[in-house]
């Protein structure tokens, strides 16, 4: 069955990790250890939430789909290249930094090693040329003049990046990246807000071509469970129609055009207490 791509998006200014200050002592490698151990639960609970704190599918550790297209630009004898398109609402998305790179880390400062790039022309269409042949750990696709990027991930919830093999004399073509914005503005509860779970409505603001929405509501105890993961709604409000516990909260609402695109997403860190 074929298996469309999951894109994470990536904020690269900022680390999971923050660098060591001055008069901190190491950290022992059993406590190094259990902060990887909880970071691959936290990916399987949230799939691309963890990530955007970090510089963003398919199931196999290639490109797994196979995509074919029109060779724009014959690779260098010895050499490949990877071809591919970048969109945002459904359009062709022209001026976009695509990056090839060597390693990739989604935890610990993103792309590393060799770096390949190439922008999207008028048609949203990119070509990376004369890349050495090996498998490279992913392709990141900058949203725009912003600091973030978007990348297919690939496994359980979306763990790994999707890797791609580039092979001499010969193009890549890899799917298509759909671009999506974090510009999405929650109104109500704002952060740090406490409210009452008696007739709560969670309202935001109307995103430009925004078909319907979906809304999630995450605990931050991982006891609780909560009803509302990806909830469609149509408007820009929704009442909570099942009661939450007591304790703090995290939303988010994604933005979604009429061709079940994902346009934007308010950001992941809006919490809000139920009293």
């Known amino acids: 069955m074929l298996q469309l791509p999951i894109f ?11 660098r060591q200050a001055k008069g901190f002592k190491t950290m022992r490698s059993q406590n190094w250890s259990f902060v990887a151990i909880a970071l691959v639960w936290m990916s399987i609970l949230f799939g691309c939430n963890l990530t955007k704190k ?7 550790n290639t490109n797994e789909t196979e995509v074919t297209g029109v060779e724009k630009v014959k690779p260098a004898p010895g050499t490949g290249n ?10 062709p998305a022209e001026g976009i ?4 790179c060597e390693s990739f880390n989604r935890f610990l400062g993103g792309c590393s090693g060799k770096e390949f790039t190439a922008k999207t022309d008028k ?19 900058r ?3 912003t600091d973030s990027s978007i990348f297919a991930t690939s496994g359980i919830a979306g763990i790994s990046a999707t890797k791609y093999e580039v092979v001499a004399d010969k193009t890549l073509f890899v799917n298509t990246t759909h671009l999506f914005k974090s510009d999405l503005k929650l109104t109500h509860p704002k952060a740090a807000e406490k409210v ?27 006891m609780v469970t909560s009803p509302y993961t990806n909830k469609r709604v149509d408007g820009t409000s929704f009442t909570l129609d099942q009661p939450l516990q007591k304790g703090t909260y995290r939303w988010q609402v994604e933005a979604y055009n009429s061709d079940n695109r994902k346009l934007a997403e308010s950001a992941d860190d809006i919490e809000f207490t139920i009293e």
């Open 82 to 91: 990877v071809q591919g398109k970048v969109f945002y609402n459904s359009k």
């Open 97 to 100: 930094e695509v990056k090839l």
């Open 196 to 222: 009452s779970a008696t007739g709560l409505e969670l309202r935001w603001e109307s995103y430009p071509d925004a078909a319907y929405y979906k809304l999630s509501v995450r605990p931050n105890d991982h």
């Open 54 to 60: 970090t510089p963003s599918a398919n199931t196999n």
């Open 8 to 18: 994470c998006r990536l904020s690269g200014a900022v680390s999971v990790f923050p």
């Open 123 to 141: 048609d949203g269409d990119y070509v990376i040329t004369n890349v050495p042949p090996k498998t490279y750990d992913t392709i990141l696709a």
């Open 143 to 145: 949203v725009f003049d």
